[in-house]
């Protein structure tokens, strides 16, 4: 079943389109379905290629049809009214350095004694590792790090139903 919504352009030129969307109950039904970890497991993928570059990695689920999409946006760059008004926003990364830098010793070191060896390493986190045990470690505890905060991400759920409501407030 669908819903038809009227989505305005920038301008009065421009106009106003319709577009069908889901009906509201489905589009919850589908995403109560998804995988969360997995979501933030594609979100984190995408964040990953832009890693250091000032925007915004996320996936969505698209209202017209339930299809999961993964982008990235420039910050301070926007779509089209009509080129994004069916995305329900399910898990955002911001790919600039601060948020991405997983080189913190916290999430690669093991334990406090190679936190005691690290201390005396002139180097980062990494450098630490590679040099300590080599790439393939480097590589398990990246894939160990992306697994434990995939597995501890959920859905915010305030967040889904406000932008829910927003949609189908444009009937």
């Given at each position: ?63 017209i ?42 999430y ?40 434990w ?23």
């Amino acid at each position: 079943m669908t819903t038809t919504v009227k989505i305005s352009g920038y301008s009065r030129n421009e106009g106003v389109r319709e577009f069908e969307i889901l009906d509201r109950k489905e589009l919850e039904s589908i995403i109560d379905e998804l995988d969360q970890a997995e979501i933030y497991r594609k979100t984190f993928e995408k964040a990953k290629e832009f890693e250091g570059h000032s925007g915004t990695a996320y996936t969505y689920i698209s209202a017209i049809d339930g299809k999961i999409g993964t982008v990235w946006l420039q910050r301070n760059n926007f779509f089209h009214p009509w080129d994004d008004f069916d995305q329900i926003i399910l898990c955002r990364l911001e790919t600039d350095y601060q948020n991405m830098d997983f080189n913190d010793p916290e999430y690669l070191l093991a334990d406090n004694e190679e936190y005691e060896e690290f201390i005396e390493f002139e180097g980062n986190a990494e450098e630490f590792i590679l040099k300590k045990f080599g790439q393939e470690e480097l590589n398990g505890r990246y894939e160990n790090l992306v697994e434990w905060l995939a597995n501890e991400f959920e859905f915010d759920w305030d967040n889904i139903k406000e932008q829910l409501d927003h949609l189908f407030n444009l009937l």
